[in-house]
């Protein structure tokens, strides 16, 4: 998705006034550069984020709050020790994908797919939800409905390496020796009317 979508976000917490906040837009998402919603690892954007934060926090303790896609890197980043957070506050967080097939298919597919040229090419998966706000699954508000309609960016389609990323992102943080290992604060989120989640 991109920042614009939560500006409002450090307005609306109850965090200390003296906060420093730092928003980014992860490679391929929003105003970032890169492919559309392409990446062969998550430990690409584990990077990008540790780099941000070394270049804003230097050495200083951080936590990190996230939505959607946001969590799985955070929960990944930290898990791979390319993050370091003190805490993560987890919004909706990726920890599985919706597939219009068998689990099991769509992971070979996507595997198979991701080794080749077509790695590259976006799945059509996930049409622009954005069409109309009733029966919309991302937002039952209908200001950050209005927002997302009127922002500057669409949600891209994901490739089919971005795909098999993720599967495999999420068998890492699924991976109870690496969770044994996750020894910070972590609250997860979900709203009451979470459809996509």
């Not at 559309?36 to 926090?57: G, L, N, Q």
């Not at 797919?113 to 029966?135: E, I, M, V």
Request: hydrophobic residues 45%.
């Amino acid at each position: 998705e991109w920042i614009e979508k939560y500006e409002d976000l450090p307005d609306s917490t109850q965090f200390s006034e003296n906060a420093l906040w730092v928003t980014m837009d992860h490679r391929g998402q929003g105003g970032s550069e890169g492919p559309r919603a392409h990446v062969r690892s998550y430990d690409h954007f584990a990077v990008d984020v540790a780099a941000v934060v070394k270049e804003c926090f230097g050495d200083q303790p951080f936590l990190i709050i996230t939505h959607s896609m946001g969590g799985l890197i955070a929960v990944y980043g930290t898990i791979k020790h390319i993050l370091h957070p003190k805490a993560l506050i987890l919004c909706s967080p990726l920890f599985g994908l919706l597939t219009p097939m068998p689990l099991v298919a769509a992971r070979l597919l996507a595997k198979v797919l991701a080794t080749t040229p077509l790695g590259n090419l976006a799945t059509g998966s996930g049409a622009d939800r954005r069409a109309a706000f009733k029966g919309n699954p991302l937002t039952q508000s209908k200001e950050r409905f209005a927002a997302m309609v009127n922002g500057p960016y669409k949600t891209p389609t994901p490739t089919f390496a971005w795909i098999q990323a993720t599967f495999n992102a999420i068998a890492v943080i699924s991976n109870k020796k690496y969770l044994k290992g996750l020894k910070i604060p972590v609250s997860i989120v979900v709203g009451e009317k979470e459809s996509v989640v």
